[in-house]
C-alpha cells in the first residue's frame, strides 16, 4: 500500500546552495525540481508581502514576525531580502541541521530508502506550503503560526490550497502525521486515506509514572521516519517490530487503534528493564528464524 510521511518543516536550516545551480523553482522560472508547482502564485504573493513588511518594518514588528531576536532576527531580515536571489538546494539538505532531519539519517540510508523519503515526505512550509524533500528552495525564516501583513496568518493563508491538494494526494494511502499543532492548523483532512498513525512517546519511572517526551521528541521522529522509509510498517503490529532509541516499546494497551480502518494514534513508552526485554526478544527471533531455516531444509531434502 502507498504510503505518505506529513512532516513540519525545519527552523535549523543550512545555509549558502549551489550558485550554478538551474532556476528550478518556479517562483522564479520553471517547475522542475517543483513538486507543487500549482502554489506558485502563492508563494510569490507570500514572498512579496513579506519582503515589503521586512523592508518597512520596526525591530520590535519583525521580532514578533519572526519570533527572534538580535543577530538571529538579523539573518531572518538579510535572508528574506535574498529569497529571489537566492542559491538553492533541495528541502532535504536545506533543513538537515534540524534535529529532525539530522535523526533522519538521509546520507546513511539505502538507495531504496532514500528514494521512498523523496517519494514519500510532505513537508509543512511556512513559506512555500507544501514541499517535496528533493524540491529546490532558497534559505528562509517564516514559521506557520506567523502572522505577515497584507497575507494574515500563515496557516490560514495555505489552509485551502493545501487541504484540497493533499486530501487529493493521500487518498488510498497509509499516513504517519509527524505533524505539530501549527502545522496541523494548516491542514482541513477530508480522511481520504487508508488509515493514519499518530505516535506518542511517554517516558516511565520506576513508580509507573508517565510523563510525555518533550526534550528529545524531535530525534525520536527522525528515527521513526528513518525505521519507515526502510522497514515499511503499515500496522500497529509492524512498529512493534522497531527497535528505537531508548527503548520505546509499544504500549497496546493504550495506543488507541480503529478497528474498522487500523489506524489510530500508537503509544510508545521507555520504561525500565527495557534492555532485558530487548535482548530477550532478539534471542526469540534469533531461536524462530533458526527454527524456520531448519524447517525449510528438512522439506527440501525430503523433496529430494
Do not use: C
Not at 213 to 222: A, F
Request: charged share 30%; net charge negative; glycine share 8%.
Amino acid at each position: 500500500m502507498r504510503f505518505s510521511i506529513l512532516l513540519p518543516a525545519s527552523e535549523g536550516k543550512q545555509t549558502g546552495g549551489n550558485p550554478l545551480a538551474p532556476d528550478m523553482f518556479d517562483y522564479r522560472s520553471s517547475n522542475t525540481f517543483n513538486y507543487f508547482n500549482e502554489f506558485n502564485a502563492e508563494r510569490r504573493a507570500l514572498i512579496d508581502a513579506l519582503q515589503k513588511q521586512v523592508k518597512a518594518g520596526e525591530a520590535d514588528e519583525l521580532e514578533t514576525l519572526f519570533g527572534v531576536k538580535g543577530d538571529t532576527l538579523q539573518q531572518a531580515v538579510d535572508v528574506t531580502g535574498e529569497l529571489y536571489r537566492s542559491p538553492l538546494i533541495a528541502a532535504i539538505d536545506r533543513y538537515n541541521p534540524g534535529v529532525m532531519y539530522a535523526a533522519m539519517q538521509f546520507p546513511e540510508l539505502p538507495t531504496g530508502a532514500q528514494r521512498r523519503l523523496l517519494e514519500n515526505g510532505v513537508i509543512f512550509s511556512g513559506l512555500f506550503g507544501l514541499l517535496r524533500p528533493d524540491d529546490l528552495i532558497p534559505n528562509y525564516r517564516l514559521k506557520m503560526d506567523a502572522s505577515v501583513n497584507e497575507i494574515g496568518k500563515v496557516s490560514s493563508y495555505w489552509k485551502p490550497l493545501i487541504s484540497k491538494r493533499l486530501n487529493e494526494l493521500l487518498e488510498g494511502q497509509v499516513v504517519w502525521n509527524l505533524l505539530p499543532g501549527a502545522h496541523a492548523a494548516a491542514w482541513d483532512d477530508e480522511e481520504t486515506y487508508a488509515r493514519m498513525f499518530h505516535v506518542k512517546f511517554y517516558r516511565e519511572d520506576e513508580s509507573g509514572e508517565r510523563k510525555a517526551v518533550s526534550h528529545g521528541l524531535k530525534e525520536l521522529r527522525g528515527a521513526l521516519v528513518h525505521h519507515i522509509v526502510i522497514e515499511l510498517p503499515e500496522t500497529i503490529e509492524d512498529i512493534d517490530e522497531w527497535e528505537a532509541p531508548d527503548g520505546f516499546e509499544v504500549d497496546f494497551g493504550n495506543s488507541e487503534i480503529d478497528e474498522e480502518t487500523g489506524g489510530g494514534t500508537i503509544v510508545m513508552v521507555s520504561s525500565p528493564g527495557w534492555e532485558e526485554r530487548r535482548a530477550a526478544r532478539r534471542k526469540a527471533r534469533r531461536e524462530a528464524e533458526a527454527e524456520a531455516a531448519a524447517a525449510k531444509k528438512a522439506r527440501e531434502e525430503d523433496d529430494d
